[in-house]
C-alpha cells in the first residue's frame, strides 16, 4: 500500500526535514507555499487570520511509514503552537510516466 | 492541571510519606464478585430495570468448573482445580482469557467474566462476555507441566468452547505459546485446524499483528483523549505503572514515545522509582534478565502500595484486581487512573476518588484494546485475510475514540462518575438485546 502524506510546516523546518526525509529513503517532494489558519491560529475581530506555511507532499510505500512518520514527529517541533499538521491518505496507484512502471516500483 | 516539577534528592520513601500509617493498608483483597455484582446493581438500580432484568443480567449463563489432573516431571500426579465461565452470550459467543494464578477461584472468574461482558458492550464488539483459569503456580511449572495442564484443561472444557461459542485469550500468566497449545488440542480433537477458536495466538498461526501491544495502545488512547477533554497538557507529564507485564511495560513505552515522563513501575516483586524518569526498554531489558525490576540501576525501591501513592499525574494500574481500596484512596495523588488491569479500584475507592476529583479511566474502557484487537484477530481468522498492523492500529483507534466519547457524553449527561458512566453503556446495550431477542420459550 502507497500512502500519501501532506505536511503543513513552517518554511524555516522545510530544508532539515528535506534532509531527513531524504535519508530514511522519501525519494520525491512537491513544495508549494501556503497560506493557511488553523485550530491554533491567532484571531483578529473573531477572525482566524492566515498565516505563512508550505505545504509538502510525499508519497511513501508502507514499510517505511512508521519511521517516516517518527522522523517528522521528531522535527517538526512536536509541542509548539503552530507547528503544523500531518494528514495521511492512502493512494491506490502510482504511474512514473517515463517507464510506465506502477505501484511501489513507480516511486522507488 | 500544572505539571508538577520534578523534586530534587528526594527519596522515594520521603515522596510516598502518607499521613496514615501503614498498619492501616490492608492486605486482604475484596472478593471480586461481591465487588462486580455491588457495581452491576448500581447502575441496575440507576437504570430502574426490575428484578427479573436485573437478575438475568448478574448471572452467568454458564459455569463450568474441571479438575485437571497432571503429570509431573517427577512423576507424580496433581490435579488442579479449573473454571470456565460464560457470563453472557446475548450479543454474541463469550470472549474473554483464561488466567493461570494461585488465587484464581470460582467467584474471581464469575467476576471476570462478567467484566468482559460490560467491556465487550462499551466497544460495541458482537460478543458477550467469559472468563476461565486455574488455580496453580505457573511460575514453578516446567513448560512441559504447563503444556499438558493447558491440553487437559482445554479437553474438559472443549464442549463449551468454540469460534462460534466462546473464544479464550491469553490473561494472567498465560501467553501466545498457550494459545497456540488450545488451538492445536482443539484442532486435533475436531480433526481439522481451528484457528478462530482462540485469540492472542502466535502470528505464524494465526495470530493478528499488534495483538500484543493492544492493550497498552488502548490504554494510551484513552489517557490522551481524558488528557484533552480534561484541558491537561500532554508534555511531560509524570506517569506511574503498576505491573510490568504485557500491559505495563507496553504502556510505559508508547507513553514514553510521546515524552511522558515514566517515573515508577513494579512487578510482584516490587517497585522501582526514578524521580527523573527512566527509560522503559532500559527497565525491560534489566527485568528480562533478572525476573525483577528492583535492582535496576539508578532507582530508588518501593513497594506496590508505596507506588499507587507517588505524587504523579497519571497512575496505571496495570496488575491485579482490588489494588485502590477505601483504605489508600484518599492517598493516591494521580489526577487520572487508567486501569489497565481488571477491576484495581473498588467500588468504595471509586467513590473517594470521584469526590477528589481525580479522573478514572474504567477498566472496561481502559484495557478494552486487548480484546477489540482480539476480536479483529477472530474476524481475520475466519475470513483467512490478514491485515498490515497499521490498519490493525488505525482500526482500534477509531473504535477506542468512539467508546471513550460515548462514556463521556454520558458521564456529562448523567452528571456521574466515568464507571457508572461506562456502565450504564455496556449495561443497557445488553440489557437491550436481551429484550430483542425476548426469552425462551
Request: aromatic share 6%; proline share 5%; hydrophobic share 40%.
Amino acid at each position: 500500500m502507497l500512502r500519501k502524506l501532506e505536511l503543513f510546516l513552517m518554511p524555516s523546518k522545510l530544508d532539515k526535514m528535506r534532509e531527513t526525509l531524504i535519508k530514511k529513503g522519501v525519494q520525491g517532494m512537491s513544495v508549494v507555499q501556503a497560506q493557511g489558519y488553523g485550530t491554533r491560529s491567532k484571531s483578529r475581530n473573531g477572525v482566524p487570520q492566515f498565516e505563512e506555511r508550505v505545504k509538502a507532499e510525499i508519497v511513501v510505500a508502507d514499510d517505511i511509514l512508521d519511521d517516516v512518520i517518527r522522523s517528522i514527529k521528531d522535527l517538526a517541533g512536536a509541542g509548539q503552537v503552530g507547528a503544523g499538521m500531518v494528514f495521511i491518505s492512502p493512494v491506490e496507484d502510482a504511474i512514473r510516466l517515463s517507464t510506465r512502471e506502477s505501484g511501489k516500483s513507480a516511486i522507488v | 492541571m500544572p505539571v508538577k516539577a520534578p523534586k530534587q534528592n528526594k527519596t522515594a520513601t520521603a515522596t510516598v510519606a502518607a499521613p496514615a500509617p501503614a498498619a492501616h493498608v490492608s492486605t486482604e483483597r475484596p472478593n471480586p464478585w461481591k465487588v462486580a455484582l455491588q457495581q452491576l446493581k448500581q447502575v441496575t438500580d440507576l437504570l430502574g430495570y426490575d428484578d427479573g432484568a436485573a437478575t438475568m443480567l448478574a448471572t452467568p449463563r454458564k459455569c463450568l468448573s474441571v479438575s485437571v489432573p497432571v503429570r509431573m516431571d517427577d512423576g507424580r500426579v496433581e490435579v488442579f482445580s479449573g473454571h470456565r465461565v460464560q457470563h453472557s452470550t446475548t450479543r454474541g459467543p463469550a470472549k474473554g482469557g483464561i488466567r493461570f494464578h494461585p488465587d484464581v477461584t470460582l467467584d474471581e472468574v464469575k467476576a471476570l467474566a462478567m467484566w468482559m461482558t460490560w467491556k465487550c458492550s462499551v466497544m460495541n464488539l458482537p460478543y458477550g462476555g467469559g472468563k476461565g483459569g486455574i488455580t496453580c503456580e505457573p511460575k514453578a511449572m516446567s513448560s512441559g507441566e504447563l503444556e499438558r495442564l493447558t491440553r487437559r484443561y482445554t479437553s474438559e472444557i472443549l464442549p463449551i468452547i468454540g469460534p462460534e461459542k466462546d473464544i479464550p485469550a491469553p490473561d494472567v500468566n498465560t501467553n501466545a505459546q498457550t494459545m497456540a497449545w488450545i488451538m492445536d488440542t482443539f484442532s486435533v480433537n475436531k480433526g481439522y485446524t481451528v484457528p478462530g477458536v482462540v485469540t492472542g495466538k502466535p502470528i505464524q498461526i494465526g495470530g493478528s499483528l499488534g495483538r500484543d501491544k493492544a492493550t497498552a495502545r488502548g490504554l494510551m488512547y484513552t489517557v490522551l483523549y481524558a488528557l484533552k477533554h480534561l484541558d491537561m497538557p500532554t508534555g511531560g507529564l509524570r506517569v506511574a505503572i503498576q505491573g510490568y507485564g504485557n500491559a505495563g511495560y507496553w504502556a510505559a513505552k508508547l507513553l514514553h514515545e510521546l515524552d511522558f515522563k515514566i517515573i515508577a513501575c513494579s512487578t510482584s516483586k516490587g517497585g522501582i522509582f526514578v524521580d527523573r524518569g527512566f527509560d522503559p526498554e532500559a527497565v525491560n531489558e534489566h527485568y528480562q534478565k533478572s525476573g525483577a525490576v528492583v535492582g535496576f540501576k539508578g532507582a530508588d525501591t518501593i513497594t506496590n502500595e508505596e507506588l499507587l501513592e507517588l505524587d504523579c499525574d497519571i497512575l496505571l494500574p496495570c496488575a491485579l484486581e482490588g489494588q485502590i481500596t477505601q483504605h489508600n484512596a484518599a492517598r493516591i495523588k494521580a489526577r487520572i487512573v487508567g486501569e489497565g488491569a481488571n477491576g484495581p479500584t473498588t467500588p468504595e475507592a471509586d467513590a473517594i476518588l470521584h469526590e477528589n476529583d481525580q479522573f478514572v479511566i474504567p477498566d472496561i474502557l481502559a484495557n478494552a484494546g486487548g480484546v477489540t484487537v482480539s476480536y479483529f484477530e477472530w474476524v481475520q481468522s475466519l475470513q483467512n485475510y490478514f491485515w498490515s498492523e497499521r490498519d490493525v492500529n488505525l482500526r482500534l483507534r477509531e473504535l477506542m475514540e468512539r467508546a471513550f466519547e460515548a462514556v463521556w457524553k454520558i458521564r456529562e449527561q448523567r452528571r456521574c462518575n466515568s464507571r457508572i458512566a461506562a456502565y450504564v453503556l455496556g449495561v443497557g446495550r445488553v440489557a437491550e438485546a436481551h429484550r430483542l431477542r425476548g426469552l425462551y420459550p
